[in-house]
């Protein structure tokens, strides 16, 4: 790996990041707090929330295993991705090099930030070949974006494939393990200290259920997290938030639960999936969701909104023609989907 002096881009790695009042007395007991212009009344709202959240990381840090100081929160871990590239990428400048197809968020913060996005296509198997992924890099490279299980296409990358572009790349190497909850394959979080180059993002809006309260996670050494940390807006995630996330990681019992379950969901609605004459084929998935190969994949989606079920039409995406992305539901709802394919 470059020194991060090297990676980050000149302004970010010289900015002096604005200094909160919250952040200027700490480390001092206090019971009066006239320093940030807010209104006396109305507790608790009346406060502005804690900058680095560190009730909450301490308890991520028990549920994750990665000690609080090498994590970032974000508002989503669409938060993170942004700030990837506003940390490490110049614009008009530096590039990026991704995995195609995959989360369609890495792209459009690409175009937002100007930043050159090289997409590197999968194989017929939504495989990543390292070698392909690193003979695209240059020496304006910045980063690496891999998603495992990838989204729309459900897999697990291969492990081999992944560490050595973490191996033989010297910029940033980003995982977006979304979707680990529902794999079997061990996350690369847990090797954290094995790579100073990784960052691995993780979310609150897929197994735990939290999609609406926007609460995104980065995992990294603590240098990078640094970094998140000067360039995030102060108070980037709201009491409510913070609240409610340390109330549900209460209840990891409770995920695990909704994980097995759905799991057990899946494997039945892909059984009856694959029996339907519209579905050519299912794509192998360790998500809570599946790709699947069908005959006319437009006009199955068109009737299925009419029929008040949505699905995720990827038929445009490239190496997913005539593919939808169905989402596992509740019994109850794939029992409906599978009802209403069955008349089609
Ligand atoms: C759903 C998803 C996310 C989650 O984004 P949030 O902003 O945390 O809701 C991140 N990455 C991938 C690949 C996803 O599919």
Redesign the pocket.
């Known amino acids: 790996m470059k020194p991060l002096e090297q990676l980050v881009r000149p302004n970010i790695w010289s900015l002096a990041p604005y200094s909160s009042a919250r952040n200027e007395y700490s480390g001092h007991e206090a019971h009066v707090f006239l320093d940030a212009n807010e209104n006396p009344y109305n507790k608790p709202l009346n406060r502005y929330p804690d900058p680095l959240q560190l009730d909450l990381k301490e308890k991520l840090s028990k549920v994750k295993r990665i000690p609080s100081n090498k994590i970032f929160l974000g508002n ?3 938060e993170a991705i942004d700030l990837v590239y506003r940390i490490f990428c110049e614009p008009q400048k530096d590039n990026v090099v991704a995995i195609e197809p995959t ?1 369609g968020m890495y792209k459009v913060c690409a175009e937002i930030n100007n930043v050159g996005y090289n997409p590197v296509l999968l194989d017929e198997n939504y495989q990543m070949s390292a070698d392909k992924i690193l003979n695209v890099c240059n020496k304006d490279t910045k980063v690496i974006w891999i ?1 495992s299980p990838n ?1 729309p296409t459900g897999n697990n990358l291969d492990r081999e494939e992944i560490i050595k572009v973490l191996t033989n790349f010297d910029g940033i190497v980003v995982i ?1 393990e ?2 680990s909850d529902f794999s079997t394959e061990k996350p690369f979080r847990i090797d954290l200290g094995l790579y100073p180059n990784m960052i691995v ?1 993780n ?1 609150m ?2 197994a735990w259920g939290c ?1 609406a309260i ?1 609460l ?1 996670m980065a995992f990294a050494n603590e240098s990078i997290i640094e970094l998140f940390n000067k360039v995030k807006y102060p108070y980037n995630i709201n009491l409510l938030t913070q609240q409610q996330a340390l109330i549900s990681l209460q209840d990891t019992f409770e995920v695990e639960k909704w994980v097995t379950t759905l799991l057990q969901e899946r494997t039945r609605l892909i059984r009856a999936f694959s029996d339907l004459d519209q579905c050519i084929k299912i794509y192998p998935t360790d998500a809570n969701f599946f790709l699947a190969k069908m005959t006319d994949a437009p006009t199955i989606y068109n009737y299925l909104v009419n029929e008040g079920i949505i699905v995720r039409n990827r038929h445009k995406v490239t190496l997913c023609e005539n593919c939808l992305r169905v989402t596992v539901g509740t019994k109850t709802e794939n029992n409906e989907l599978l009802a209403a394919l069955r008349k089609l």
Do not use: P
């Open positions: 989503g871990s669409d989360y998603c989204n977006d979304a979707y993002l979310t809006s897929k999609a926007r995104g």
